[in-house]
């Protein structure tokens, strides 16, 4: 089979085993299929190393190709911006071109985006002193736009953050803390926009208040699948606040998830595999290596300064681990030769044990026996008892369910009677229409009565403390205090939850909104649970059990 055939067959079988395991959250499998899983896609790396090729193939012939100034320069921007996570050197090699465009063409603005670019990839690049000098030497601050001021600032803040992760660093320009920035990028960006729930996700971090820093970084996974280069950056901020939160497990999840986002878009300067390697090197010391070396080839292929001398340091931890192993494993079979020796004699008393007692034990064996058939009799009669009570309750349940399904059939059907009147009023049928039942206030009737139904049958019949025992869950300023026998729009939901409806479109079909509401109203009561939100919606289904 030709090269080319076996990389793909490597990445459909990936492909395959990524959906039928995996949901998009790091909860959906274990850190050992995630592992599984993340091989998968490290087998895979050709495959997406060559899509990438061509990608930037084209780029570059597109690049070549151009020849007005003005194209030149957009070309090069463009070959840039794709290179700037694969490949230092070409990266600044474009942007370098550009400045010279720009320098021809007396472009004051285009001169500045490719200079804010260049400073900014020397600070992710960890060449420090040449991204101080880029930023604060070379850049004419007078001379930006607005949007540009707006790039130069982020570029500043991402580069004292850097800074701040690497103090151990020898050279350290004279900046301000990425505090400084953040104020000044509230000032210019748009509340609504990623750019100021990203600053404000790292300014909750930095607060402490991490269940809020989590919650917004998952509104800025929302919509961003594992192809988009954003979801492994996103994905790795959530392991540093699962890691934080001292949830190793969540933590794991993510940088399994940022790691195969980074693998699929052909990401050379990451930081997720190394992570990786670090935390499963003592329990899995060759997949650590594997992993690390993968991270040290892709970091010497990206060209930059800091990553490949970061990931050396670990080596001599791997090597360390070896050498613990080796020693371990010889610890390992001398204890097992004197325990042999040890259970050799055990063995030896203990058959004399055994011959010593066999009528006794025998004896012990049938009466056991006998209070075993008892109990296991026991056990069966109290098990069909058991099966006839849940099937009694699931029956009870499922007729409450097809009674509200019927009820609002009832209401559709109403909805489309006014429909069909309101048709006839379009077509000017007057005589037509006043021979028929009133349009404006039968659905909406029959909607308050089935609400009014489902509240009394739920309260009444299926679980009469519904109301105490649901806003036990709740904080006390978050509770609902609805009427005497009645129920609002949020408890409604959760009560079909408790009767087994959990599709929410199911749901907003039941109750009469849209699918969006829904959602939004089960994500803001979960917001105020006392306990873990994950688990809120089972703590509602064993109300009354």
């Known amino acids: ?53 061509d990608q930037l193939e084209g780029i570059r012939k597109l690049a070549s190709t151009s020849t007005s100034r003005r194209r030149l320069f957009d070309s090069g921007m463009y070959a840039a911006r794709e290179y700037f996570s694969y490949q230092f ?35 992710k690049a960890g060449h420090y002193m040449e991204a101080y000098n880029r930023l604060f030497v070379q850049i004419d601050t007078s001379t930006l736009s607005e949007p540009l001021r707006e790039d130069y600032l982020m570029a500043l803040y991402d580069f004292s953050r850097d800074l701040a992760g690497n103090s151990g660093m020898v050279e350290r320009p004279p900046i301000a803390d990425q505090d400084y920035y953040r104020r000044e990028l ?23 208040r991490l269940e809020a820093a989590d919650s917004l970084a998952a509104v800025l ?60 090197l003592p329990t899995d010391v060759e997949r650590s290596f594997r992993y690390l070396r993968i991270a040290q080839e892709d970091a010497i292929a990206y060209n930059a300064k800091l990553r490949p001398w970061q990931i050396s340091q670990f080596f001599m931890e791997i090597e360390d681990a ?41 004896r012990m064996q049938r009466e056991i026996g006998e209070r075993n058939a008892q109990l296991a009799e026991a056990n069966a009669s109290l098990s069909g008892l058991n099966r006839a009570l849940s099937q009694a309750d699931r029956v009870k349940e499922q007729y409450i369910v097809d009674f509200l399904r019927r009820f609002s059939d009832n209401v559709y059907i109403a909805q489309s009677d006014d429909n069909h009147a309101r048709g006839l009023l379009k077509l000017g049928k007057a005589d037509q229409l006043l021979k028929e039942l009133s349009l404006s206030v039968r659905s909406e009737k029959l909607l308050k009565e089935f609400y ?16 105490e025992r649901f806003n036990a869950l709740l904080r006390e300023d978050a509770r609902f205090h609805p009427k005497p026998g009645s129920l609002n729009t949020e408890l409604r939901i959760f009560a079909l939850i408790r009767l087994g409806v959990d599709d929410s ?41």
Request: glycine letters at 4%.
């Open 322 to 362: 070896y050498s613990a192993r080796r020693i371990r494993a010889q610890r390992m079979i001398q204890g097992a030769s004197i325990l042999l020796a040890v259970l050799t004699f055990a063995l030896l008393i203990l058959t004399w044990f055994l011959v010593s007692r066999s009528r006794k034990l025998s």
């Open 505 to 545: 479109r199911e749901i907003a079909s039941l109750l009469h909104y849209s699918q969006s509401t829904i959602y939004n109203y089960k994500v803001a009561v979960k917001n105020d649970a006392l306990g873990e939100r994950d688990r809120f919606e089972e703590q509602v289904r064993q109300i009354g059990k």
């Open 186 to 208: 509230y000032q210019l960006v748009d509340r609504d926009s990623e750019t100021w729930r990203k600053l404000r996700m790292d300014e909750l971090v930095a607060q402490g």
């Open 452 to 467: 009014r139904t489902f509240d009394q049958t739920f309260l009444q019949a299926i679980c009469p403390d519904f109301v």
């Open 1 to 53: 089979m030709p090269r080319t055939l076996k990389l793909l067959a490597i990445f459909l079988l990936t492909s395959l085993f990524a959906v039928s395991c995996r949901d998009g959250t790091p909860d959906s499998v274990s850190a050992y299929q995630g592992l599984a899983e993340l091989d998968g896609y490290v087998a895979s790396r050709p495959v997406y190393e060559a899509r990438k090729q």
């Open 221 to 280: 996974m929302s919509g961003i699948k594992l192809e988009d280069r954003s979801y492994a950056i996103y994905a790795y901020e959530r392991s540093q606040i699962a890691e934080r939160r001292g949830r190793e497990s969540e933590r794991m999840g993510w940088l399994i998830l940022s790691a195969e986002s980074d693998i699929i878009n052909s990401v050379k300067d990451y930081a997720s595999l190394t992570v990786i390697s670090q935390l499963i």
């Open 89 to 123: 050197d070409s990266t600044q090699y474009y942007l370098k071109q550009c400045l010279d465009i720009a320098a021809q063409m007396r472009d004051t603005d285009r001169y500045n985006e490719a200079a804010i670019l260049l400073g900014h990839l020397y600070a």
